[in-house]
Each structure stands twice: as structure tokens, then as C-alpha cells.
């Protein structure tokens, strides 16, 4: 069984930054697909950044040269930097671990507003 657990979420000015973390427990972390999330109420999570466990990534079109994924095999970890952030990147952000199972962590929210 696997846990993930959010963090790093909270109000910013539209153009401020923020890094979530998401932190795995259990073992073999480096094989797992990992992937970030965004919900917002009424509607279905939206994929906004993979990373493959060769450190290959992929990103939405609309957060392409504003969020960087990156991922500490040493540490069980995978971040998000989110820069230039703008009103529509509002919403529960949400990891998620792909490999023999998938699994979820509970969300962190991320509020952009002025």
C-alpha cells in the first residue's frame, strides 16, 4: 500500500509562485509514474503534469513553461513549481501514483486571487 500526502498548497497573488510537494510511502517510489492533478468543483481532474520514472516529462498545454515537475527517487518525493500563476490555476491539486496499482493523495488547494 502506498500513501501520498500533499503539501504546499495556499492563497497567491495572480503571477506569484508556489511548490507542492507530494510525499510516498513504501517502497520502489523510482518505478511509479507520477502525475499532479487539478479538480475543480463540478468538473473532472484535469492531467496537468507527468513525470516517468526515467525523468521524462509531459505537461498540459496550459501550464507549459509555468509548471516544472521534477522528482527525488532519494527521498520519495515529487514536486511541482508552479510559476506565473493566474486565477484559472484555482483548484484542488491532487498527486497521483501509476504502476502496478494507483493511488491517490488527498489534495492540496491552491487559490490564486488578488
Known amino acids: 500500500q502506498v500513501q501520498l500526502v500533499e503539501s504546499g498548497g495556499g492563497l497567491v497573488q495572480p503571477g506569484g509562485s508556489l511548490r507542492l510537494s507530494c510525499a510516498s510511502s513504501?517502497?520502489?517510489?523510482?518505478?511509479?509514474?507520477m502525475n499532479w492533478y487539478r479538480q475543480v468543483p463540478g468538473t473532472q481532474p484535469e492531467l496537468v503534469a507527468t513525470?516517468?520514472?526515467?525523468?521524462?516529462?509531459s505537461y498540459a498545454d496550459s501550464v507549459k513553461g509555468r509548471f516544472t515537475i521534477s522528482r527525488d527517487n532519494a527521498k520519495n518525493t515529487v514536486y511541482q513549481q508552479m510559476n506565473s500563476l493566474q486565477p484559472e490555476d484555482t483548484g484542488v491539486y491532487y498527486c497521483?501514483?501509476?504502476?502496478?496499482?494507483?493511488?491517490w493523495g488527498q489534495g492540496t488547494q491552491v487559490t490564486v486571487s488578488s
Open positions: 497521483n501514483a501509476q504502476w502496478v496499482a494507483t493511488y
Open positions: 513525470i516517468f520514472s526515467g525523468g521524462i516529462t
Open positions: 513504501g517502497s520502489m517510489f523510482s518505478m511509479y509514474v
